[in-house]
Nanobody, 123 residues
Framework: QVQLVESGGGLVQAGGSLRLSCAASGRTITNYFMGWFRQAPGKEREFVASASSSGRITSYTDSVKGRFTISRDNAKNTVYLQMNSLKPEDTAVYYC????????????????WGQGTQVTVSS
């Protein structure tokens, strides 16, 4: 079993920054793709970013490219999402996810999900 716990969410003004953290426990995440998804009220959960097991290969949804950066520290069993130049449309609950062996490639199916952390961007 892998438990994922997100932290770092909060309220920030447009143009500001936040760094989300996802701490994994139970197993090492060395063999997992790690990712971030988000869900706004009334909307489907959407893919935001992912990183391969080494962190060398990353993927981002178009709306966050150039603003968000995913990274991971396998020694700490932790994945991060640095969010810069935040916009009100980034407001959502952000979920950490783990998927064994393969990237999401447009899917929303994960082996493990965190509980989510709220990010609110004011205008």
């Amino acid at each position: 079993q892998v438990q994922l716990v997100e932290s770092g969410g909060g309220l920030v003004q447009a143009g500001g920054s936040l760094r989300l953290s996802c701490a994994a426990s139970g197993r090492t995440i060395t063999n997992y793709f790690m990712g971030w998804f988000r869900q706004a009220p009334g909307k489907e959960r959407e893919f935001v970013a992912s990183a391969s097991s080494s962190g060398r290969i990353t993927s981002y949804t178009d709306s966050v490219k150039g603003r968000f950066t995913i990274s991971r520290d396998n020694a700490k069993n932790t994945v991060y999402l640095q969010m810069n130049s935040l916009k009100p449309e980034d407001t959502a609950v952000y979920y950490c996810a783990a998927k064994y062996g393969y990237d999401w490639y447009g899917s929303r199916e994960s082996d493990y999900w965190g509980q989510g952390t709220q990010v609110t961007v004011s205008s």
